[in-house]
């Protein structure tokens, strides 16, 4: 192992969990390699709405999205398949980016900053051995001290790498998500959420006058259609009397949706092997909350806080995996538990309905739904 490819840290993907630590660790002096299997710029299954929690936290990091002219969204529309419509305004609210975008912007403030990303790259396998991290990857082998699982909702590692089960969302259901960018007389200020038998879609702006339309649904939808995306969207989807309205007036910006399968909803475990897991690594939120990417950039922040008191050995290994395993089990497994009550609900038709009559009814309890999901401005 040459000393060129040793580093303090390594981080496996290159996500928003990734990238947003990649750049804090080299703000704060240390060297630190990232490994991304796909190349910059690229396209993700994303609601691409961002709670306005992490507004000032990407700021510091030196991406000034005051200067993208983004869309500010503050007030959110829910229906169920027989059209109840509950409206809402978001206290905080959010804001609409592309991954495609955001993903490439910190990328570049990455580079910038001295590390050393390599995108196009496949890590194959990670070993522990004599407080050392061995990377084995399709660009040559690295060691590292600290070693990252940042690698997002489904990847051959987690299975590779994880000595247990995961203690939650590892098991279960398994959703398909589906993503398009779309071109639609749409408010700027709005996210929609559209119930349909076992599946929501959200709807909202993200930059130059574009739209993203992306959807859940339970993976039997798909295979009761052999597959056929285009088939299911007309059988199920367009019988909620939005979606229909949307998917046959866009003008549809991709040739082809683009998809993810297995998608698992649940919390697992934070710290795996001596790897740390941030990010939807260490758990998936159910979409609907609309808060995974400023979760997965808040566990970015508090793990930078963590691996600066490590490296000035104010803490140790072991202490730094248990605070760590403490912190994210104390902010985000009641978010994701919770959200996984709402991703039952909101895919029951029928419990849908009845949801959104009893939150219309009662406006205190829709702000307790948002506050559990959410957090506060970091």
Partial sequence: MTQHNSYQVSIIGGGLAGLTLAIQLANEGYSCVLFEKNKYPFHKVCGEYISMESWNFLDRLGLNLSELNLPKITRLQVSSLSGKLLK????????????????????????????????????????????????????????????????????NLDNKLRSVSPSGGGRGRNYVGIKYHINIDF??????????????????????????????TDSENLKKYNGDIKKMEQEIL???????????????????????????????????????????TAGNIAPLSGNGMSMAMRSSFFLNQLLVDYFNQKISRIELEDNYSHFWEKQFKSRVDFSEFLQKLLKNTTMTNFAIGVLKAIPFLRNVVEKSTHGKPF
């Fill in 88 to 155: 809402h305004q978001l206290d905080l609210g959010g804001f609409g980016i592309s991954r495609y975008l955001l993903d490439s912007k910190l990328a570049e403030i990455a580079k910038a900053k001295g590390v050393i990303l390599l995108d196009d790259c496949r890590v194959n396998d990670v070993k522990f051995e004599n407080e050392k991290f061995t990377i084995d990857s399709s660009k040559g082998n690295f060691s590292s001290e600290i070693c990252v699982g940042a690698w997002g909702k489904k990847s």
């Fill in 187 to 216: 408010p700027n200020d709005l996210i929609e959420l559209h119930n349909f038998e076992n599946g929501y879609c959200g709807i909202s702006k993200i930059e130059d006058n574009r739209y993203c339309l992306c959807y859940l």
């Fill in 238 to 280: 367009f019988k909620n009397a939005f979606l229909k309205d949307y998917f046959t007036k866009a003008n549809f910006l991709f040739e082809e949706p683009l998809a993810i399968s297995q998608i698992k909803i649940g919390y697992k475990n934070a710290v795996e092997n001596k790897l740390l897991m941030i990010g939807d």
